[in-house]
Nanobody, 120 residues
Framework: QVQLVESGGALVQAGGSLRLSCAAS????????MGWYRQAPGKQRELVAA???????NYAASMKGRFTISRDNAKNMVYLQMNSLKSEDTAIYYC??????????????WGQGTQVTVSS
């Protein structure tokens, strides 16, 4: 089992920045994919960005350039730096984790989510 705990969600004005953090604990495998997804009201959960333990990344096209994913493998942490926030970025942001010798696209574990609200 793996536990994921997100933090950093907040109410922020449009144009502002936020940094989300996620701490993973439990049975962590050295080769893994950690990432961020989000779900806005009435919409499906969507990929924001993911990062393999080797450093490879995958971003949703609409967020590349504004959002940056990073991780600290030694601490089992993943971060999401969000800049130039827009009202449409308002959503619950979920941390994800998958173990394996490949870049996973279907997370095995999810965090509880952290609310990001962008006011216009």
């Amino acid at each position: 089992q793996v536990q994921l705990v997100e933090s950093g969600g907040a109410l922020v004005q449009a144009g502002g920045s936020l940094r989300l953090s996620c701490a993973a604990s439990g049975n962590i495998f050295g080769h893994n994919t950690m990432g961020w997804y989000r779900q806005a009201p009435g919409k499906q959960r969507e990929l924001v960005a993911a990062m393999y333990s080797s450093g490879d990344t995958n971003y949703a096209a609409s967020m590349k350039g504004r959002f940056t994913i990073s991780r600290d493998n030694a601490k089992n942490m993943v971060y999401l730096q969000m800049n130039s926030l827009k009202s449409e970025d308002t959503a619950i942001y979920y941390c994800s984790y998958s173990a394996g010798f490949y870049f996973a696209t279907s997370p095995s574990y999810w965090g509880q989510g952290t609310q990001v609200t962008v006011s216009s």
